[in-house]
Nanobody, 112 residues
Framework: QVQLVESGGGLVQPGGSLRLSCTAS?????MRWHHQTPGNARELVAAYNYAGNINYGDSVKCRFTISRNNAKTTTYLQMNSLKPEDTAVYYCSAVDSLNSYWGQGTQVTVSS
């Protein structure tokens, strides 16, 4: 059974930084970060696709950076210049030819 475990969320002041981690129980080419606020759908934040290319959501470009380890089991989301509107639950997902897998989410709160 595939497991994804996120960590690194918390409370940070506006303008601050956080680094989220997501560790999978096996390697994936496609790993993504999403965020979700109450009453809204999950939105893509950053992702690796099958070709190894990276895509970012418009709201986080130039502020967030996705990276991963060589084994493709762990992906990171470095979040800089955080804004109150970045407050959300952040989820990691991994995709193979059969399924999508999700972590449990980690809360990020940006507030003074």
């Amino acid at each position: 059974q595939v497991q994804l475990v996120e960590s690194g969320g918390g409370l940070v002041q506006p303008g601050g930084s956080l680094r989220l981690s997501c560790t999978a129980s096996r390697a994936f080419d496609v790993m993504r970060w999403h965020h979700q606020t109450p009453g809204n759908a999950r939105e893509l934040v950053a992702a690796y696709n099958y070709a190894g290319n990276i895509n970012y959501g418009d709201s986080v470009k130039c502020r967030f950076t996705i990276s991963r380890n060589n084994a493709k089991t762990t992906t990171y989301l470095q979040m800089n210049s955080l804004k109150p509107e970045d407050t959300a639950v952040y989820y990691c997902s991994a995709v193979d030819s059969l399924n999508s897998y999700w972590g449990q989410g980690t809360q990020v709160t940006v507030s003074s």
